[in-house]
């Protein structure tokens, strides 16, 4: 494994630097029926989950088929699609928001190989490489976080979560059955690096515990002012600490009542580990939404406010997004967005239908907003 | 045969939804045999070290990560974050395992020879494990080593035309929806005004001097597929102001429920039978302002109370087609929960065009505006959206020089505790008691 170099020179690091240049241009990347029609298309259809065409004003059609993906992915993977991209796209693909793979071909008679194609891979494991779904009123891909696969404050896994999601909702990924789309998201801890604040369900990985004190190494390791100012509840105060064998050290003293576990203190210092086994766990948040249609934008509620981390397949958790899926596929309006549906049964029917325990975790304490959640009406269903 | 027992991860190779587990497999098995002749940059059994150490996590239910500290490219402030393994000497081959986020290009869309160029530096000089893509939207390359972090940098900018990401207290990868490339709902070009905006800024995306992280997300119309307005601290979606197009003629194939014209552009062909379609149910029933009216065959929608919510265009897509006078609304200072609670963007602007002609400079000068007062007021950490929850949303419109208007509120204040500023009460507030004691005795 002998170091090759670029021609980078440590000593001289601004020698033929070159920096500020930005991605690359998407223009390059479009394939030819997408820039002869950008700009000028005239409707699209799904056709069948997963598939798509879109008709340009000039009567050009393009074709996509979408498949899900984990996001977490190889270079091995990335050149099978690759592979899939030369032979039927002419060297062309895309992924969307949601983690998804698109494969657009610029006639018909290309979908039936492209499918049969994408649909006949599989891992040696069993699971299929190219599921093709993820279209119109079901479930698409799942946006998530890293977990344990690589970051430092995850209070569960990521990937597997959404391996075990995706797994109980696969159906759906491949149907449209539901009364609109249902967006599923994964954040690991709370800072929600994946954003789930306004999905339709939301899997939260959450810590439980603050964090603990390696006094002997803290001051070694760690800038304490850092420390101190990385905590959003100003939780975090330089203290004197005396160890086992007597010695006095400079650390720091967490008010652990006003910890709300982000880690944002381990980021800064790594003598402040907060991960537990039995402190660690799942939240689940539902009803919220991103799009303007119909009804505003909305936060997703806190619906289950702790499951533990049951590896490697969460089956308490997988079981209450089913609940929440079940129910509202048979209970909602079409074009009704979960958080509609609740908010037109009301949530205290919502708990009732989708099998769901109501806890006074569920009630808000934080802050003012909190307030605004309480009900302040004497209309209400028994 | 493995390097380590993963019974664990085993079983989530089973179940049809794609296992990252048999991936990480074969792609330690691919390192292993090395048919192509790679000479490995860093360890070759480092994807089994990483199959290794997730193993661990599953059994104790604990990550074995530790944050980086500063390791990074000379000159940048961000596009890397440092990582390292707390269990080295049984997982050597991840003991140094950085990311680095990689600029994605807008829409992602890729040429096959663009993504094979970056797999093959990335089996040379890296782990071969990557994210497409990350939460923001980069291209993440997960796992290497300091040393290799120049070499890919270099190889990025110097033979593949192509920057890192940001990360840390500056501008964040901008992202964006497909927009105009392939959606007629697309109200302007997400992708120019998002690869021109990034390379504009691209002093605020790499070298950190904000007091904490700036998103953008550009949206082609209010479906908000990237989620703008809950995930961008300056969120840019497509909107019009004049009317919806109406094709009657194709109004009328919805109504008849002609296959060619399937509600919603299809997305209801599932197993559920919802019965035919019904313009009056489905449309006009559920328009958030009622402005819709179906009278002798013939569809009129009251442009002035339309809110353009996109229902009834998602609904018929080859009858009703967004306005002619495109632009796009600015909406400030979304972010997830952390601290004080989740905010969605608050609508600072109604309606900008977008001119690529004179460089977006409706634009660029809000953006601008924006950043002067958030960096002269902001808190180390404190996002927009929390700077204008501290000093008021009248003090935005203040600094970006944008009249008040009533759009610019879901309805008006609850509470009369209105601070008037001296100026604006006339006289000004010093009095003379003296003179006030003449006509008002003690």
Known sequence: MAFISTGYNPEKPMENRITDIGPRDHNEFYPPVIKNNKGKWSHHEILEPGVLVHVGESGDEVYTVRCGGARLMSTTHINEICEIADKHCDGYVRFTTRNNIEFMVDSKDKLEPLKNELASRKFDGGSYKFPIGGTGAGVTNIVHTQGWAHCHTPATDASGTVKATMDELFSDFQDMRLPAQLRVSMACCLNMCGAVHCSDIAILGYHRKPPMLDHEYLDKVCEIPLAVSACPTAAIKPAKQTLANGTEVKSVAVKNERCMYCGNCYTMCPSMPLADTEGDGIVLMAGGKVSNRISDPKFSKVVVAFLPNEMPRWPSMTDAINKMVEAYASGANKYERLGDWADRIGWEKFFEVCELDFTHHLIDDFRQQAYMSWRQSTQFKF | ?442
């Open chain 2, 1 to 442: 045969m493995a390097k380590h027992e993963t019974p664990l991860l085993d079983e989530l190779e089973s179940g049809p939804w794609p296992s990252f587990v048999s991936d990480l497999k074969q792609q330690a098995e691919v390192r292993a045999k090395n048919e192509k002749g790679v000479e490995f940059q860093i360890p070759v059994d480092c994807v089994d070290d990483l199959l290794g150490v997730m193993e661990l996590s599953y059994k104790h239910g604990r990550t074995h990560w530790k944050h980086g500290g500063i390791v990074g490219v000379f000159g940048y402030g961000g596009g890397v974050i440092g990582r390292y393994c707390d269990q080295p000497q049984a997982f050597p081959g991840v003991e140094h395992f950085h990311t680095m986020r990689v600029n994605q290009p807008a829409g992602k869309y890729y040429t096959t020879d663009y993504l094979k160029k970056l797999t093959e530096l990335w089996d040379f000089r890296g782990s071969g494990i990557t994210n497409m893509h990350g939460a923001t939207g980069d291209i993440i390359l997960l796992g290497t080593t300091t040393a290799q972090l120049e070499e890919v940098f270099w190889t990025l900018t110097h033979d593949y035309n192509q920057d890192l990401g940001g990360s840390g207290s500056n501008l964040r990868t901008p992202a964006d929806c497909l927009g105009s490339s392939r959606c007629e709902y697309s109200c302007y070009d997400t992708a120019a005004l998002c690869y021109f905006l990034t390379n504009e800024y691209q002093d605020e995306l790499h070298r950190p001097a904000f007091p904490y992280k700036f998103k953008f997300k550009f949206d082609g119309c209010p479906n908000c597929c990237v989620a703008s307005i809950a995930r961008s601290d300056m969120s840019f979606i497509g909107t019009w102001k004049d009317g919806i197009k109406i094709d009657q003629d194709a109004v009328a194939k919805y109504v008849e429920n002609d296959p060619a014209y399937p509600a919603n552009a299809g997305a209801f062909k599932g197993s559920k039978d919802w019965g035919p379609f019904d313009l009056e149910k489905e449309v006009l029933g559920l328009c958030p302002t009622k402005c819709m009216k179906y009278e002798n065959n013939k569809l009129s929608i009251d442009n002035a109370n339309c809110t353009r919510c996109m229902h009834c265009i998602n609904v018929m897509p080859r009858a009703l087609k967004i306005g002619d006078d495109r632009g796009l609304s600015i909406l400030v200072g979304a972010k997830a929960p952390i601290l004080d609670g989740a905010q969605m963007g608050s609508l600072l602007v109604p309606f900008v065009e977008v001119n690529p002609d004179n460089d977006y400079e409706e634009i660029t000068e809000v953006i601008e505006n924006v950043w002067d007062w958030w960096m002269e007021e902001g808190k180390n950490r404190e996002r927009l959206g929390e700077l204008i929850m501290r000093q008021g949303f009248q003090k935005l419109l203040e600094v970006t020089g944008i009249d008040p208007m009533p759009q610019h509120v879901a309805y008006p204040r609850t509470n009369p505790y209105i601070f008037w500023k001296e100026d604006e009460v006339e006289g000004g507030w010093e009095r003379d008691v003296e003179e006030y004691r003449k006509h008002h005795q003690r």
